[in-house]
């Protein structure tokens, strides 16, 4: 069975920092990318981060030197690590598998499965 079940998400001050786990099966685990996204109200779901498994790695301009993105294939679990977080940082986070794909693409609609996401909220 195919499964993304993230956790860590919560209520933060700015500056904080959170750490989000993505659970994954090893089917989904072993996919070309492992995506990180965030979907604000009103905004539309955008990339934050991926790692390939080939392990490297891409950011968003926005969260580049703040976020760290990893994989721990022992344990089939993704990290996505947040310092710094401001207010324009809240979001419900997703995490998201690419089974087609062995090249970088942060486009949503390449990734075929999805977690149900948590919640990150930065207060000011």
């Known amino acids: 069975q195919v499964q993304l079940v993230e956790s860590g998400g919560g209520l933060v001050q700015a500056g904080g920092s959170l750490r989000l786990s993505c659970a994954a099966s090893?089917?989904?685990?072993?996919?070309?990318?492992m995506g990180w996204f965030r979907q604000a109200p009103g905004k539309e779901r955008e990339f934050v981060a991926s790692?390939?498994?080939?392990?490297?790695?891409y950011y968003a301009d926005s969260v580049k030197g703040r976020f760290t993105a990893s994989r721990d294939s022992a344990t089939n679990t993704v990290y996505l690590q947040m310092h710094s977080l401001t207010p324009e940082d809240t979001a419900v986070y997703y995490c998201a598998a690419d089974t087609q794909r062995p090249w970088y693409d942060p486009r949503p609609s390449t990734y075929d499965y999805w977690g149900q996401g948590t919640q990150v909220t930065v207060s000011s």
């Open positions: 790692v390939m498994w080939s392990g490297n790695k």
């Open positions: 090893a089917r989904t685990f072993s996919s070309y990318a």
